[in-house]
């Protein structure tokens, strides 16, 4: 049997794979350090990000050892050792090899990966995330970063991890792939322009974004009409590309195109970053999550007037679909089911029935759709939010609220949903003595309003009985929940029902009422109402 040397090791370590600025070696998604001990070699992990990705490691690398010193005196055992990960009182795998005696390979994480914080990033760090990353490209116009491990090897990936954090840590790696896929683009369409430095709001600087949410405030959608949407109703747009390096001339330059006494200022503006589009002097841009291994899209959205653009591979046209292709889920409204989970079941709120309805497009499946919409209590009235299952559910963003009470009221007639709770029962009590007296004109519009929806051929839930059970079920919903003195569920129910009563009254044979809802929710129209921006998704 040939022998092994702990020289012999510490050159294969060495070269296994691509080095960061302090000499670490990249494998498999961690960083590695080897030091050389009398008791032979120890691979010093830095903070894996989660379990799974330290498991999968230490696998990789004892069968990627045990591979290459095959035939060799290299055999694995499993036994508890003093100093290694320290906190760690289990037996330890470790390579057992002679060298002058018995020696060892062993793992010695610095920091074991802690569960972190559930649920999705926060755009706080997910932003200011993709912000470091594109600076760290810049002067390579995109050419440094072509491999996920580019990224890991790169000073930047302290950055980070101090980013991510301790809470969110053990996210970090499910994200290196979204950041390379948001540089490669980037760069593919835009590398060979000069931009300056990336900013964002959220790191403390004066960005685009900080710059749009005061000008919103000065402008008009006509005249002597303010135009009621904020930032985030009018671009979704997360990150800005300036190609000067004054940003304070572009503002003066976009304060300017926009003023006008008899004019529609908001359109101005829309046409006026269009133009800055076209020069590649300003770019706006939406950042979604990608999931590993998907390919990855650069659309430009919002810029229609635009031949240029629109001639660009880039571009994309609204997706139309036929009523065949919309469907519809009413069955929170009609009955009640369980509500959002709750960890601890003797709370309150483990009894709050659904009160969330949508409608989705394409897929008759509702988590294989294309596009979902979810309609539910935002605050004291209904909203409209969008999201994309086949990304991971990931949020495409609220309707503006006016816009859709607009779009609701076009060519129809009779309508009485005004989006507002206080036009609802408050209490149990206020919908129990409406609903024990058949006389009380509530009573009438309540039972039009159910009899209809349920009736209604775009209903699937068949499982509502009768107006009378329907009845019992909202007042079990309003007893449910009470917040600031409301039954906050009966009321979302009643909301919800009104809506649909007037939607499926008015639009239930019209694609583009539901379409046009959709693309209000991702800010995307033919006709100027939201800002012009490069989608990353």
Sequence with gaps: MATITTADIET????????????????????FNIKTLKSGVKIVLDSPDTEP???????????????KFKGNTLTKVEE????????????????????????????????????????????????????????????????IFKKEEDIFVDDVYKDLEKLFGKENGHKLDEWIYTFLMQNKLFFQNYGRYAWAKFKHQDSGERDMQVFFKEHLKTLESAPGVKIGRNYTQWNPADIYAVKRAEQNTLEKEIKEASKSPNANTLMKL??????????????????????????????????DSSKALTNLKAFSELETFAMKDIHFELRNVLANFPGTKVADKSSPLSKVPAATTYFWFGNSNKNASKFLVSI?????????EVSIPSSAGAKAG?????????LLSKNASGLSF??????????????????????????????????????????????????KEWGDGILEAYEAREKAGMG????????????????????DKDPEFWTDILYFGMKITTKGQFGPHAKIS
């Design 12 to 31: 294969y370590l060495d070269g296994l794979g691509k080095k960061d600025s302090k000499g670490k070696v990249y494998f498999e998604r961690i960083l």
């Design 53 to 67: 990705v330290l498991k999968n490691f230490k696998t990789k690398m004892i069968k990627t050892l045990m591979g």
């Design 80 to 143: 508890k050792v003093k100093g290694i990960n320290k906190g760690i009182d289990n037996p330890v795998i470790r390579l057992k090899y002679s060298d002058k005696g018995p020696k060892y390979i062993d793992f010695d994480v610095k920091e074991y990966p802690v569960k972190g914080k559930s649920g999705a990033l926060n755009a706080k760090i997910s932003e200011p995330a993709t912000r470091l990353v594109f600076n760290a490209a810049l002067e390579s116009k995109g050419k």
């Design 270 to 303: 829309n046409n006026h970053i269009v133009k800055l589009m076209e020069k590649k002097e300003l770019v706006g841009i939406s950042l979604k999550k990608i999931k590993s291994g998907d390919t990855a899209h650069f659309k430009l959205y919002n810029v």
């Design 376 to 384: 539910t209590r935002a605050d004291t009235q209904l909203g409209w």
């Design 398 to 406: 609220q309707a503006p609220v006016a816009m859709v009470k607009k």
């Design 418 to 467: 005004d989006n507002n709770f206080r036009d609802y029962p408050k209490t149990a009590d206020d919908f129990s003595d409406i609903i024990d007296n058949p006389r009380s004109t509530e009573y009438k519009l309540y039972k039009k309003w159910f009899e209809f929806v349920n009736k209604h051929p775009k209903n699937t839930f068949k499982g509502a009985k009768n107006f």
């Design 488 to 507: 906050i569920a009966g009321v979302t129910k009643l909301a919800l029902l009104n809506f649909w009563f007037d939607a499926l009254k008015n639009h």
